[in-house]
């Protein structure tokens, strides 16, 4: 499906008989589903930037943001994607026909595996075709190792590192790999206000059980349903934004850098600092004097 739609987007290879993947970069866009995905075929999307969001015909929503693995075996309860903000990443699309004895020689190379397809087929059933793995810790391992390699060999690594994960899902029992549920329409309305709360009150101490209360969900829903529309944990999403709103206020408005600080959560200038430059990689101060416009900067 989105080999066919990004067939002219972005660099294809040829890793092995059956299997080829491609590096893209996607501007914000909507396109209508389905497109063709063939019997056997399967995709998996590792995203490095950006989010997409699948509508099934129910109306319910999968959202792959970054640093996140999207698996596509049928998309036939799809009905559009949309690409909210530019995506970047690498797509694996493979033919378990015409890859499957690329995949035994894989599976002997990685000490004798054993992919049992009939249980990888039957767990992405339970899930509509589609579902988003990740942040976990083999998705985290899989995008650190990722980001260190060149960009010649990425498609490479993909083909392998999918090879595992099918190996992970087809495992006995539960599937080692956590992988997020649907989100329906109620849940990303409450979790989109909740949100836009957080985005009015970043100078309020926002706690996790203040929040889910808020939202009239446990403490746990709330955290996973979060992450799982957002891409990022409430207190990452949070801490982000605080510095976000930080750097408008050094920027744009006079406050002394403790009064920037008690707009954005902190009581403690210092704190705040460090968590500035954690997130900068310099001072509230020196960031303040590189943002002046040029014809304020004393002349040297």
Same mark, same amino acid.
Request: aromatic letters at 8%.
């Given at each position: 499906?989105? /080999?066919?739609?990004?067939?002219?987007?972005?660099?294809?290879?040829?890793?092995?008989?059956?299997?080829?993947?491609?590096?893209?970069?996607?501007?914000?866009?909507?396109?209508?589903?389905?497109?063709?995905?063939?019997?056997?075929?399967?995709?998996?999307?590792?995203?490095?930037?950006?989010?997409?969001?699948?509508?099934?015909?129910?109306?319910?929503?999968?959202?792959?943001?970054?640093?996140?693995?999207?698996?596509?075996?049928?998309?036939?309860?799809?009905?559009?994607?949309?690409?909210?903000?530019?995506?970047?990443?690498?797509?694996?699309?493979?033919?378990?026909?015409?890859?499957?004895?690329?995949?035994?020689?894989?599976?002997?190379?990685?000490?004798?595996?054993?992919?049992?397809?009939?249980?990888?087929?039957?767990?992405? /059933?339970?899930?509509?075709?589609?579902?988003?793995?990740?942040?976990?810790?083999?998705?985290?391992?899989?995008?650190?190792?990722?980001?260190?390699?060149?960009?010649?060999?990425?498609?490479?690594?993909?083909?392998?590192?999918?090879?595992?994960?099918?190996?992970?899902?087809?495992?006995?029992?539960?599937?080692?790999?956590?992988?997020?549920?649907?989100?329906?329409?109620?849940?990303?309305?409450?979790?989109?206000?909740?949100?836009?709360?957080?985005?009015?009150?970043?100078?309020?101490?926002?706690?996790?059980?203040?929040?889910?209360?808020?939202?009239?969900?446990?403490?746990?829903?709330?955290?996973?349903?979060?992450?799982?529309?957002?891409?990022?944990?409430?207190?990452?999403?949070?801490?982000?934004?605080?510095?976000?709103?930080? /750097?408008?206020?050094?920027?744009?408005?006079?406050?002394?850098?403790?009064?920037?600080?008690?707009?954005?959560?902190?009581?403690? /200038?210092?704190?705040?600092?460090?968590?500035?430059?954690?997130?900068?990689?310099?001072?509230?101060?020196?960031?303040?004097?590189?943002?002046?416009?040029?014809?304020?900067?004393?002349?040297?």
């Amino acid at each position: 499906m989105l /080999a066919e739609f990004l067939s002219k987007q972005g660099e294809w290879t040829q890793v092995m008989p059956g299997a080829r993947a491609c590096l893209f970069s996607l501007c914000e866009r909507s396109f209508p589903l389905p497109l063709r995905l063939e019997p056997l075929h399967f995709e998996v999307l590792f995203c490095l930037a950006g989010m997409v969001t699948l509508t099934r015909r129910d109306g319910s929503v999968l959202r792959l943001g970054t640093r996140q693995v999207l698996l596509l075996t049928d998309i036939s309860d799809l009905t559009h994607a949309r690409v909210e903000t530019g995506l970047k990443g690498v797509l694996v699309a493979v033919d378990a026909r015409g890859a499957r004895e690329s995949l035994k020689t894989i599976c002997r190379l990685l000490g004798g595996l054993a992919l049992n397809t009939e249980q990888v087929r039957r767990w992405m /059933a339970s899930r509509g075709g589609c579902a988003v793995e990740g942040p976990s810790p083999w998705s985290q391992a899989a995008f650190a190792d990722l980001d260190r390699l060149p960009r010649s060999e990425r498609a490479r690594w993909c083909v392998w590192k999918s090879v595992e994960l099918l190996y992970l899902l087809s495992a006995q029992g539960e599937p080692a790999a956590e992988m997020a549920p649907v989100l329906d329409q109620e849940m990303i309305r409450t979790l989109a206000e909740t949100r836009r709360y957080m985005e009015e009150n970043l100078d309020e101490p926002l706690s996790i059980s203040t929040l889910s209360r808020r939202a009239c969900l446990s403490a746990t829903t709330f955290k996973e349903g979060f992450r799982r529309l957002y891409g990022l944990p409430v207190h990452t999403w949070l801490q982000q934004r605080r510095m976000e709103r930080a /750097a408008e206020l050094l920027r744009d408005s006079s406050l002394s850098v403790l009064g920037v600080a008690q707009s954005v959560g902190y009581s403690s /200038a210092s704190q705040f600092s460090a968590a500035f430059r954690r997130q900068y990689g310099m001072s509230p101060t020196v960031y303040r004097k590189m943002s002046e416009p040029a014809q304020h900067r004393p002349i040297r």
